[in-house]
T-cell receptor, first 111, second 115 residues
Framework: EDKVVQSPLSLVVHEGDTVTLNCSYE??????LLWYKQEKKAPTFLFML????IEKKSGRLSSILDKKELFSILNITATQTGDSAIYLC???????????FGQGTTLQVKP | DAMVIQNPRYQVTQFGKPVTLSCSQT?????MYWYQQKSSQAPKLLFH???????NEADTPDNFQSRRPNTSFCFLDIRSPGLGDAAMYLC??????????????FGPGTRLTVT
């Protein structure tokens, strides 16, 4: 059965810290992996990754995919309180044409 | 701005009283999705439409129905809400489902409370 596992489930850091969020997956027909940020509302899109080893970057956030080891990481440098959110990882299944979400990592950034 | 709009943002209904949630999009995307998200859980797909082609998830209860009268609008009907149906309901769209996949754009969600 296709699944996505995120770790840690929750994380508390202080402003200025760097965090790494992990996402591992087991899929039969992987097409792409997506990261979303969810505050007290709907998820907002961060990145879509399809190729191994190519880092995607947006400001203080970056992400990379390892298709051999079946995982992705999301890095946030110089964290700010506005980064506090749930970060969702999802993969797009070529078998079903659907996104399969992980449970999410809840990040709290303290001042 | 092109976007996904959900109404209402908050809905309170009584146990067993039918409720309809609506979603509209100005992105002109082919595919529309309805997800249910309970507290501290990942979004769970209920249905999706590829154009007018309806796709029901195997474990979506019969109590949940959906309609897509045109490209822009999609409705979620809960025929007899139970306490367990209290959740955030998310509508999302994407250009298509084939190939490498495309990011899904989410609306702000409707938080449903059942009393």
């Amino acid at each position: 059965e296709d699944k996505v596992v995120q770790s840690p489930l929750s994380l508390v850091v202080h402003e200025g810290d760097t965090v790494t969020l992990n996402c591992s997956y087991e899929v039969t027909n992987f097409r792409s992996l997506l990261w979303y940020k969810q505050e007290k509302k709907a998820p907002t899109f961060l990145f879509m990754l399809t190729s191994s080893g190519i880092e995607k970057k947006s400001g203080r956030l970056s992400s990379i995919l390892d298709k051999k080891e079946l995982f992705s990481i999301l890095n946030i440098t110089a964290t700010q309180t506005g980064d506090s959110a749930i970060y969702l990882c999802a993969f797009y299944s070529g078998n079903t044409g659907k996104l399969i979400f992980g449970q999410g990592t809840t990040l709290q950034v303290k001042p | 701005d092109a976007m996904v709009i959900q109404n209402p943002r908050y809905q309170v209904t009584q146990f067993g009283k039918p409720v309809t949630l609506s979603c509209s999009q100005t992105l002109n995307h082919n595919v529309m999705y309805w997800y249910q998200q309970k507290s501290s859980q990942a979004p769970k797909l209920l249905f999706h439409y590829y154009d007018k082609d309806f796709n029901n998830e195997a474990d979506t209860p019969d109590n949940f129905q959906s309609r897509r009268p045109n490209t822009s609008f999609c409705f979620l009907d809960i025929r007899s809400p139970g306490l367990g149906d209290a959740a955030m309901y998310l509508c999302a769209t994407s250009p298509r489902t084939s190939g490498r996949g495309y990011e899904q754009y989410f609306g702000p969600g409707t938080r449903l409370t059942v009393t």
